[in-house]
């Protein structure tokens, strides 16, 4: 049987620290375009939905992107993002659901897919974006993935894995038995410097921009 695969990204309209972030140009389009432009083109996704509380977020989107409007209570600076994603899981049923963000505006077709095929196939029940990093790693005054006193190749460390703001893919049941967005078997879906980026502050933005522009010259279509 055929499990029902729904995205969903939440938008406010505003942002503390770079204000109106989500509408910001970017390229030909708003930032918020991007995401989900990308998340349509999937065709292993069922449905793709903006939640949130003011209608006038659909002006800034493709078509095809369904909104179901929030209260706007989860506009709050100090709502937690399980508090988001179980009011919307309860508007929408499911069987697998992918949470994506507006800030990462360069995640490919290819990263997200094949994460969703690797959940779908039973490999995994579930999956997140990451940056690998091979390099030296402290943590509270600590090293973390090698020994002082036997310093090893880079190509030798333990890698890490950082989580990026792009995707989280997770069934139902884990959410709602366990709040957890990650399962307990995640496949690790890499992205590269230029996918991994977070739009979080105006350097940010302005790094984006230029990414923009580089790709406009290039004739490189993102």
């Not at 989107?61 to 209570?73: E, F, G, I, M, T």
């Not at 899981?89 to 990462?104: G, Q």
């Not at 990414?211 to 406009?216: A, D, L, R, T």
Request: aromatic share 12%; proline share 5%; charged share 25%.
């Amino acid at each position: 049987m055929k499990k029902k695969v729904v995205a969903f990204v939440p938008i406010k309209l505003k942002s503390q620290r770079l204000p109106k972030k989500n509408i910001l140009p970017l390229g030909n389009h708003s930032l918020c375009w991007y995401v989900f432009d990308t998340l349509l083109k999937i065709k292993k996704i069922d449905e793709v939905y903006v939640y949130c509380s003011d209608e006038k977020v659909m002006t800034y989107l493709p078509p095809k992107v369904k909104l179901v409007k929030r209260d706007p209570y989860f506009d709050g600076d100090l709502v937690k993002g399980n508090e988001i994603y179980e009011s919307f899981i309860e508007k929408i049923d499911s069987d697998i659901y992918i949470l994506a963000h507006t800030t990462s505006p360069f995640i490919s077709q290819d990263s997200v897919s094949n994460a969703l095929d690797n959940v779908l196939n039973g490999s995994y029940d579930s999956a997140l974006s990451v940056q690998k990093k091979q390099t030296f790693v402290w943590y509270q005054g600590q090293t973390l993935n090698f020994e002082m006193n036997d310093i090893p190749r880079t190509q030798d460390i333990e890698p890490i894995y950082i989580e990026t703001s792009g995707f989280y893919i997770f069934q139902k049941h884990h959410f709602t038995e366990n709040r957890r967005r990650i399962g307990f078997n995640p496949y690790f879906q890499e992205l590269d410097d230029i996918e991994a980026i977070d739009i979080d502050k105006k350097d940010d933005y302005e790094f984006a921009l230029k990414i923009m522009e580089v790709n406009n010259q290039l004739s490189i279509k993102i």
